[in-house]
């Protein structure tokens, strides 16, 4: 079973910048589809970006312009920027084979907190 560990969060100033990534246990991982899925306290679950094989690319837009989400190979990156207290979540990433449905693999979160 492929594992997802992502690295990066931590705290941060408002309007700083936090590149947040995503490996996968497994060196042979290529899903179709990878995200990033952000949960904040007492809120749903929400997709913050996602891309597929193609590279092409979607974005929450409460993210649009500030978030930008890349892969090399296996890991996957989010590259914040221009961070707002309202984007102080757990951010976890996941993968899944299939362009349409849920994703399969999720991995364990990291706290990003954005505060003065």
């Known amino acids: 079973q492929v594992q997802l560990v992502e690295s990066g969060g931590g705290l941060v100033q408002p309007g700083g910048s936090l590149t947040l990534s995503c490996a996968a246990s497994?060196?042979?991982?290529?899903?179709?589809?990878m995200g990033w899925y952000r949960q904040a306290p007492g809120l749903q679950r929400e997709l913050v970006t996602s891309?597929?094989?193609?590279?092409n690319t979607n974005y929450a837009d409460s993210v649009k312009g500030r978030f930008t989400i890349f892969r090399i190979n296996n890991p996957v990156f989010l590259q914040m920027n221009s961070l707002k207290p309202e984007d102080t979540a757990v951010y976890y990433c996941?993968?899944?084979?299939?362009?349409?449905?849920?994703?399969?693999?999720w991995g364990q979160g990291t706290q990003v907190t954005v505060s003065s």
């Open positions: 996941a993968g899944k084979y299939s362009s349409s449905g849920s994703y399969d693999y």
């Open positions: 497994r060196t042979i991982f290529s899903p179709n589809v």
């Open positions: 891309i597929n094989s193609d590279s």
